[in-house]
């Protein structure tokens, strides 16, 4: 039975919540008020329980396990997909033993979906019973009798392949795809009920063994498979074989799925201001570039992906004055070239509908000249579906605009 516990990321728990590796790995940092915050979003399995850890919004709508399976996705389609900074590679990228350890069990379970567990082929020689007739064996071992001037064999030796999946291999195979099953299957949806494998052999013993069956291998999936349980066997050995995918850098996905979702157009960004210094008379420009920009005929829409937690409806967990000024900037800077520019801020938020109004922010006393940026939240789990199945929200983006225009 696979076990489960929840965290959100910028939640605070208490100290008796929180397992101790999760404090010295940083994922909860210590509060004022002695409670522990969490900082990371993703996946993390230890001592047999799948941790995981929500993005900033989320709230239990008792779907958590199909939500935990959707963030897995989502963090690792990103991984893949974009250039990640030094700092995610750190945390989510190829070179990370994590990410390896994710790799070689997901080939693992998808392999044995194409091909069942392994099997050993023999071949059997006998005397005229089914199979093959290899004829080389029968002239050469058996002696023919002559029958009207021809060469007549009574006795034929002949061959079959038999298929011997009660090896000590297949069984190494099958204790290895347990424990990944066990621990990492969920995550692939795929889940079976395989029995305790019971074998009398060392890990240094059944490393060995597949050593020297790789070594007398010559089928390519054998190969790969075999080479695949060494790894995974030294781990387990080393007591390395975990599974985790968490970062405490969920805010550049959450600006990258809203980018995919709502259709950013790059080409927009030549035309974005951008701020300079002027160092011993040389320029040098810095880049000042909004998240998401739309253009539909004269109207541009400016999206800024705010990933905020927006349940404590305290104004200080807003975006704050750098964010504000920022927004406003870009709307007076191109008020002469669009007749319609809309600025937005966006949030995650778990919700039964697809988006909720916020409120507004402007500037006192400038509203007229710098206008306003409204402020929604987007459903969480909407958002990330529609990410890892390269769906856009079209029809969603519309909405949010004639609801600002009304």
């Known amino acids: 039975m696979t076990k489960f516990a929840y965290f959100i990321e910028g939640a605070n728990y208490s100290f008796d919540k929180v397992p101790k590796v999760f404090i010295e790995k940083q994922y909860f940092v210590k509060t004022k008020s002695n409670e522990y915050k969490c900082k990371v979003t993703g996946v993390s399995n ?30 690792n389609k990103y991984r893949k997909e974009i250039t990640l900074t030094d700092e995610e590679s750190d945390w989510i990228g190829e070179n990370s033993s994590d990410i390896e350890n994710i790799n070689l069990c997901s080939w693992l379970i998808s392999d044995f979906q194409r091909n069942g567990i392994y099997t050993e082929n023999r071949e059997r020689k006998s005397i005229n019973n089914n199979g093959k007739i290899d004829w080389a064996k029968t002239i050469k071992k058996q002696l023919p009798i002559i029958q009207d001037d021809k060469l ?30 066990d621990n990492f299957g969920w995550l692939q949806q795929f889940e079976m009920n395989i029995e305790e494998v019971k074998i009398n052999i060392k890990f240094s013993e059944m490393i060995k063994i597949l050593e020297m069956t790789l070594h007398n291998t010559f089928k390519d999936r054998e190969i790969r498979l075999l080479k695949t349980l060494i790894i995974l066997l030294k781990k387990k050995s080393n007591n390395d074989l975990k599974f985790e995918m968490v970062t405490p850098y969920f805010y550049n996905i959450w600006e990258e799925m809203l980018k995919q979702m709502f259709n950013h157009n790059y080409k927009l960004q030549r035309k974005m201001p951008k701020p300079y210094w002027l ?15 739309i253009e539909k005929e004269n109207e541009l829409i400016i999206i800024d992906a705010k990933y905020y937690s927006t349940y404590t409806g305290s104004v200080n967990k807003y975006p704050g ?43 006192e006393g400038q509203e007229k000249q710098f206008g306003y940026v409204d402020a929604f939240s987007l459903d969480l789990n909407l958002v990330i579906s529609s990410y890892i199945n390269n769906k856009k929200q079209n029809d969603l983006l519309n909405n949010i605009v004639k609801y600002i225009s009304t």
Request: glycine fraction near 2%; hydrophobic fraction near 35%; aromatic fraction near 14%.
């Open 46 to 75: 230890y001592e047999n329980i799948n941790y995981i850890f929500f993005p900033k919004g989320y709230k239990n709508f008792n779907r958590t396990e199909n939500d935990a399976i959707n963030l897995f996705k989502s963090i």
């Open 152 to 181: 007549i064999y009574l006795n034929l030796i002949t061959k079959k392949n038999i298929i011997n999946n009660e090896n000590v291999v297949s069984t190494i195979h099958l204790k290895v795809l347990k424990y990944c099953i």
């Open 279 to 293: 160092i011993n008379e040389i320029k040098h420009s810095t880049d000042q570039i909004p998240d998401i920009l």
């Open 321 to 363: 004055w750098e964010s504000i000024v920022k927004q406003l900037y870009y709307n007076l800077s191109l008020k002469d070239e669009y007749d319609i520019i809309k600025n937005i801020f966006c949030m995650p938020e778990s919700m039964l509908e697809d988006f909720k109004y916020i409120g507004k922010t402007s500037v």
